[in-house]
């Protein structure tokens, strides 16, 4: 759970690229530019680590959790590969790119609603 919380805040943390470019000056952008390189794949690397350590849990939770958690991987997964081949995609990259960050933000909204929808089942 930690490490989702972890992931979470990377999440945040990526997406604040977009909302800094669109108000903060040229400097700012060229530093979170940097670090948006390096936290999108740490992002994807810790993706695959969370799901290796809670996949002990399968069968102890909602099986939705698992597919949102997987759809999750694989959007991140071409989000990165978006970025790798923004040549030969030319304009369509960032399309890519922005349409898989939709895909991840709505999977992570589901995947914590059942998770603590579940967790709040198991209490009881």
Do not use: D
């Amino acid at each position: 759970m930690v490490v989702g919380f972890i992931l979470t805040g990377m999440f945040i943390l990526l997406c604040m690229n977009m909302v800094v470019k669109k108000i903060h000056g040229e400097s700012m952008k060229k530093k979170l530019r940097g670090a948006h390189k390096w936290l999108g794949c740490i992002f994807l690397v810790v993706i695959a680590v969370h799901l290796i350590i809670t996949w002990p849990l399968l069968r102890q939770r909602p099986t939705i959790m698992y597919v949102l958690g997987f759809v999750m991987l694989g959007a991140a997964a071409i989000s990165v590969q978006s970025y790798c081949f923004r040549n030969k995609l030319k304009k369509r990259w960032i399309v890519i790119h922005r349409v898989a960050t939709i895909v991840i933000l709505g999977c992570l909204i589901g995947h914590v609603v059942v998770g603590f929808s579940s967790l709040g089942q198991y209490q009881k």
